[in-house]
């Protein structure tokens, strides 16, 4: 799961941003100041940190100049200052975007998923995944549960297949009847229910990976390390 910290003084701010960068299957750190974020930079690894330009101890600026003598993380600039001038000294520091306050959540959503797609495209999927006794061969088209071949329906192998390869994100009915059935599949959601169930079934004790998210869906809760 890609990882973004998100560095600004005001709480409030740092809150309503992490809120649509969660939303959007990604995992989030904070700091409240330059000098806190360029502490985190060096015990961590970050795709992409927002950053606002005045704050204490250490501005923005200075801490992208700091991040940047050891790691090269795409850089969002938050500013409430949106003269040309302040836009590009950012440019000149090798930030990759500037977005000036207030702004729309959306907006700063779309400009992050921008940056990370030009800078840090999706590494492909990987053919063969194992959980614990778990085997699942997508290459193959194959599930093994503790040494023993599963045989499932088509659906229940999209179905898993598609789960897996958008693990840990939350994924309503409706998101899975298009991908998996396609847009033009004329049901609802006990379609859904219904073989996630059997795939449950199917799984045996690994069902403990596939998560309901009441009122909204289910996810695959993949462990990391």
Known sequence: MRKILIVDDEEKIREVIGEYVRFKGYSTEEASDGMEAVEKVRKNDYDLIVMDIMMPKLDGYSACK?????????????????????????????????????????????RIEAVLQRTKPEKTEKDLYELEGLIVDMKGRSVTVDGKKVDMTPKEYDLLFYMINNKNIALSREKLLSAVWSYDYFGDDRTVDTHIKMLRSSLGEYRKFIVTLRGMGYKFEYPTT
Do not use: H, N, Q
């Open 66 to 110: 700091e991040i940047r003598k050891t790691k090269d993380i795409p850089v969002i600039m938050l500013s409430a200052r949106g003269e040309e001038y302040d836009k590009l000294f950012g440019f000149e520091l090798g930030i990759d975007d500037y977005v000036v306050k207030p702004f729309s959540p959306k907006e700063l959503m779309a």
